[in-house]
C-alpha cells in the first residue's frame, strides 16, 4: 500500500472510531427518546407522529445495521466481507428500512401540507385510518421490491458488492432514481408547498381574530412544521453528495482507473454512502430538540415522569429495608 492509499485508509479508521462512534452513541440516545415521546397516547392517534414514529424505527435499524458492522471491524474480521449470508443480510436489513424512512418522510411532508391547507376538504386525506394503511403498505412494498438486491450481491478481495457490470448498472440507476433523485425532488417541492400554505394562513387570518384552530397551527403545528423542514433540508444536504457518487460510478462505471484513483474511490464511496448517510439517521431528535419548544416541553415533561417514576421506586427500596 502506497502513502495515498494508506493515508486515506487511516483517515476512514480515525472517522470510523472516533466520528461513527460518537454519533451512533448519541443517535441510539435521541432516537430512544423520539420513541418514548411519539408512542406516547397523546401521538398514537396523531398522523403526523406516527410518521415521525415510523421514521425513528427505520432510523434506528438503518443507524444500527449500517455502522456496527463498521465499528466491528475496526478491532475484528468483518463478518460482512467474509460470509455471503452475512454479506446479504446486512445490506437487506440496513436498505429496507433507509427506503422505507425516506417513504415516510414523503408521506409526512404531505400530512404537513394538507395539514396547513386553508381548504378544509383536503383534511380527510389526513386521517388516522389511512396514515395506518399508507404506513402498511410502505412496509409490504418495500419488504419485497428490496429482495432482489441481495440476490445481486458477491464477495470478491474481501469486498461484499455487486461485480457483474449488469448487476451493478441496475442498481446504481435503481439507487441514483429512488433514493438520489425523486425523494429529495418531492420533499423540496412539497417544502416550498408548505411555505406557500403558511403565508396564506397569515394572510388570510387577522392578529385579533385568531381561531382556536388557527392557535393550534400557530404553536404545535407550527413546530412540526419547522421540525419538517429542517430534518429535510439536513437529509437533502447530506444526501446529495451520495446522489453525486453513485451518478459519478454509474457513469464511470466502464471506465479503467490506477491504483491511486481507486483508493480514492473507495474513501468517497465509504464517506458518501456510509458516514454520511447514517449520520442523517442519527440527528431526528436533535433537530426537534433544537428546533421545537413544543418538542422541549414534552421532553421535559418524560423526563419528570421518569424521574418521578425512580424516586418512587427508590423510596420503596429504602422502606423495604
Known amino acids: 500500500m502506497d502513502a495515498i492509499g494508506a493515508s486515506l485508509s487511516f483517515t ?57 458492522p463498521f465499528i466491528y471491524a475496526l478491532n475484528h474480521l468483518d ?15 440496513r436498505h429496507t428500512p433507509y427506503q ?11 400530512n404537513r401540507y394538507i395539514s396547513s391547507h386553508v381548504q378544509h376538504r383536503f383534511q380527510n386525506f389526513n386521517q388516522y385510518q389511512i396514515t395506518n394503511r399508507c404506513i402498511i403498505i410502505v412496509i409490504i412494498f418495500w419488504l419485497l421490491v ?18 457483474i457490470d449488469s448487476y451493478a448498472l441496475l442498481y446504481s440507476i435503481y439507487i441514483l432514481i429512488f433514493a438520489g433523485i425523486l425523494p429529495p425532488l418531492v420533499m423540496i417541492i412539497c417544502s416550498f408547498l ?14 385579533l381574530a385568531v381561531t382556536s384552530k388557527m392557535n ?24 446529495f453528495p451520495y446522489t453525486l457518487s453513485v451518478f459519478y460510478t454509474t457513469v464511470d462505471q ?3 482507473s490506477d491504483y491511486e484513483y481507486e483508493q480514492w474511490e473507495i474513501f468517497l464511496i465509504y464517506f458518501t454512502r456510509s458516514f454520511l448517510l ?25 423526563l419528570s415522569k421518569w424521574y418521578l417514576v425512580l424516586k418512587k421506586i427508590k423510596d420503596k427500596l429504602v422502606n423495604f429495608r
Open 194 to 207: 408548505i411555505i406557500k400554505n403558511l403565508k396564506k394562513i397569515r394572510s388570510r387570518v387577522q392578529p
Open 146 to 163: 428490496c429482495i432482489f438486491i441481495p440476490i445481486l450481491l458477491s464477495i470478491e478481495a474481501n469486498t461484499c458488492g455487486m461485480f
Open 100 to 110: 422505507m424512512m425516506r417513504s415516510f418522510m414523503i408521506l409526512s411532508c404531505f
Open 12 to 68: 476512514q479508521d480515525v472517522l470510523t472510531r472516533y466520528g461513527m462512534t460518537t454519533y451512533f452513541a448519541f443517535g441510539n440516545i435521541g432516537l430512544f427518546f423520539n420513541l418514548n415521546i411519539f408512542s406516547r397516547s397523546i401521538h398514537r392517534r396523531n398522523p403526523g407522529s406516527l410518521y415521525i414514529l415510523s421514521m425513528t424505527i427505520c432510523n434506528f435499524f438503518c443507524l444500527n445495521f449500517g455502522t456496527i
Open 278 to 302: 447514517y449520520l442523517n439517521s442519527s440527528l431526528s431528535f436533535w433537530i426537534y430538540i433544537i428546533m421545537s419548544k413544543s418538542f422541549r416541553n414534552e421532553f421535559h415533561d418524560l
Open 79 to 93: 463478518p460482512v466481507t467474509t460470509s455471503l449470508i452475512m454479506c446479504k443480510l446486512q445490506f437487506y436489513l
Open 216 to 239: 393550534l397551527i400557530r404553536k404545535r403545528d407550527r413546530d412540526y412544521i419547522r421540525m419538517l423542514l429542517v430534518e429535510i433540508m439536513i437529509y437533502v444536504l447530506l444526501t
Open 254 to 256: 466502464l471506465g479503467s
